[in-house]
T-cell receptor, first 117, second 117 residues
């Protein structure tokens, strides 16, 4: 099956610093990638939809200036948490859609655990 | 807006027994997909089974099968011959077939399944 990687798998940073998380589709081109946030024992919360070459579409309540998303190529999307604070500590998951229709399959990355001290 | 409801937060099953996880959803659309995802302690999201709404036949993947009742908007997952490795959080999810590649997954709250040896 298709593989999606995330880097780093975990990161610890100081409050006020910025952290970049990469999401790559390794063996297919993804015109659309999605970013989710997940708290322990809770469901995935969609943060934004990322399209190659265009601005991301953010879900209501997600601060676009805080969570910067760039989808520069068909295989790479990045999420930058700017001026991170302890409340941004969470598990961030990306997924990549294979194909351009709603029938495409979605593949998830392994997630990134962010801890802000 | 579509909603997915998983009303049972936790379930437990004896190894080798069968367990059924419930899921209901609400939509006004006729063409959509339903999914069950497994999230083990590693937190990697794994697709268990996928059902296309226009297909009457219930999807099956080895020990996993679904009972898809379109009129009742019910989509339950049956796990036969439960194994210790089945212990995980399971999420039911919905996705419209419209909206192209940007069509989003809507997740239920999830259910934690434990398997007793």
């Amino acid at each position: 099956g298709a593989v999606v990687s995330q880097h780093p798998s975990w990161v610890i940073c100081k409050s006020g610093t910025s952290v970049k998380i990469e999401c790559r589709s390794l063996d297919f081109q993804a015109t659309t990638m999605f970013w989710y946030r997940q708290f322990p024992k809770q469901s995935l919360m969609l943060m934004a939809t990322s399209n190659e070459g265009s601005k991301a579409t953010y879900e209501q309540g997600v601060e676009k200036d805080k969570f910067l998303i760039n989808h520069a190529s068909l295989t790479l999307s990045t999420l930058t948490v700017t001026s991170a604070h302890p409340e941004d500590s969470s598990f961030y998951i990306c997924s990549a859609r294979d194909g351009t229709s709603g029938r495409g399959r979605e593949f998830f990355g392994p997630g990134t655990r962010l801890t802000v001290l | 807006a579509q909603t997915v409801t998983q009303s049972q937060p936790e379930m437990s099953v004896q190894e080798a027994e069968t367990v059924t996880l419930s899921c209901t959803y609400d939509t006004s659309e006729s063409d959509y997909y339903l999914f069950w995802y497994k999230q083990p302690p590693s937190r990697q999201m794994i697709l268990v089974i996928r059902q296309e709404a226009y297909k009457q036949q219930n999807a099956t993947e080895n020990r996993f099968s679904v009972n898809f009742q379109k009129a009742a908007k019910s989509f339950s997952l049956k796990i036969s011959d439960s194994q210790l490795g089945d212990a995980a959080m399971y999420f039911c999810a919905y996705r419209s077939a419209r909206g192209g590649a940007n069509s989003k997954l809507t997740f239920g709250k999830g259910i934690t399944l434990s398997v007793r040896p």
